[in-house]
């Protein structure tokens, strides 16, 4: 069974009597003492909430509103915050935003890091973190710090310029931490290299990308879903690959249909949003995420019967609107491109002008590429232009988007 199960389990207190019901009476019970507490110690929930409210009954709190008035938001003296972190989004609208974190939602986060990551490393091992920095509770060093506890070492070469760098790095690694796109071109330049595992993180991780680096490396391949505004974990890939094991002690996930705002029925796509069960510095509750997946309610077979959450299809920001028909997305493309053998990388940008859409697509490989599949997907009134040249994803080290010029 996934260790987060077993985590989920000590950590509520349930033990033998976890299961889906248990839990969601408990998570009942911890929902109302965060909203409580959020009430009390944060001026933007003050006027917001009511106690007593159902989960279904609350508002949204939406990105904007954290990003106008992050102060708000805050539970604690700035004197007990822990770390804060500033992010800027890379979407149309410049966002920035402030998250802060106490002591405590940090050792939660290591806490659950620490069972996420049993799964596919075992103690005596080696891992490598081509994420983040080696700052002080920087994600990466926070992850460094939850594999010490399970006995595993771990570097984190921080700073990597080209994809040469990260192959030096990740050379005697058993389990290697990264990007999708990063990590797919790193398979690609040496096939020889045999980690047991591999975790994708940081990025949607399209399924031609996490087969493609199972065939070339022969290792099991594990994804991730986090968010800097939840302590960066909220859910992780079991030995079954069917759906991520959610962070059921700390977090409420929903699944809401944006058309009506009502929660989606099981397995019913729809934006992820999540509610905060043990924050301290800043409480969320019904944050929306902007991510699409779904809900899966039956159990694992793993043997965990508790709800996980499907793959994270993308971004709603992602689409770019080509006429009243048809968008755009560099998720699906992903999985056009990246599903060619021949493709090491590529980034796309397109450029639209009155008269015209025109979608360059900067592609390495090792031949031309056929891209009849590709060109079915692509609306009528969009040309597509292609470029052979080297596209090493470590001289940009952003998330996946369409540049749009
Ligand atoms: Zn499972």
Not at 6 to 14: F, M, P, R, S
Not at 25 to 33: F, S, V
Not at 95 to 104: A, D, E, G, P
Request: proline share 5%; charged share 20%; glycine share 4%.
């Amino acid at each position: 069974m996934s260790p987060v199960e077993q985590w989920i389990a000590e950590k509520t207190g349930l033990n033998d009597n976890l299961s889906a019901e248990s839990l969601r009476a408990w998570q009942e019970t911890q929902l109302q003492k965060q909203i409580q507490y959020a009430t009390n110690n944060s001026s933007f929930y003050r006027e917001k909430l009511k106690p007593y409210s159902r989960l279904t009954e609350l508002p949204f709190t939406h990105p904007s509103e954290l990003v106008a008035q992050p102060q708000a938001f805050l539970c604690i003296p700035q004197h007990q915050v822990a770390r804060v972190v500033t992010l800027s989004n890379s979407g149309t609208t410049p966002l920035r935003k402030r998250i802060f974190y106490s002591t405590n939602d940090l050792s939660n986060t290591i806490d659950f890091f620490a069972a996420g990551m049993k799964t596919m490393i075992q103690s005596g091992n080696h891992a490598c973190i081509l994420l983040s920095n080696r700052t002080e509770n920087s994600l990466a060093s926070l992850l460094r710090q939850s594999l010490l506890r399970i006995n595993v070492s771990a570097d984190i070469p921080g700073t990597l310029r080209s994809a040469d760098e990260a192959l030096n790095a990740v050379q005697d690694a058993d389990c290697i931490v990264g990007m999708p796109s990063e990590i797919l071109y790193l398979s690609c330049l040496d096939k020889k290299l045999r980690p047991k595992s591999v975790l994708l993180a940081a990025d949607i991780a399209p399924q031609a990308v996490i087969d493609r680096i199972k065939e070339n490396w022969q290792c099991d391949v594990f994804t991730h879903y986090g968010h800097t505004e939840f302590g960066y974990g909220c859910a992780v890939d079991c030995n079954c690959h069917d759906g991520l094991h959610i962070r059921h002690a700390d977090l409420i996930i929903e699944i809401i249909k944006p058309e009506t705002m009502q929660p989606a029925l099981d397995g019913q796509k729809g934006e992820v949003v999540v509610t905060t069960l043990s924050n301290e510095a800043m409480p969320l509750i019904r944050y929306r995420t902007g991510q699409i997946s779904h809900l899966i309610n039956a159990p694992c077979k793993c043997g965990s019967s508790l709800p996980r959450l499907g793959k994270i299809e993308g971004r709603y920001q992602d689409f770019f609107p080509v006429n009243n028909l048809s968008s755009l997305n560099i998720h699906e493309l992903d999985e056009i491109i990246f599903s060619n053998h021949l493709v090491r990388s590529y980034f796309a940008s397109l450029r639209q002008d009155e008269s015209s859409s025109v979608l360059m697509l900067d592609i390495e490989s090792e031949k031309p590429v056929d891209i009849s599949v590709l060109m079915n997907y692509i609306p009528g009134e969009i040309q597509v232009k292609i470029n052979y040249t080297n596209a090493d994803p470590f001289a940009r080290r952003i998330k996946r988007r369409v540049f749009v010029n």
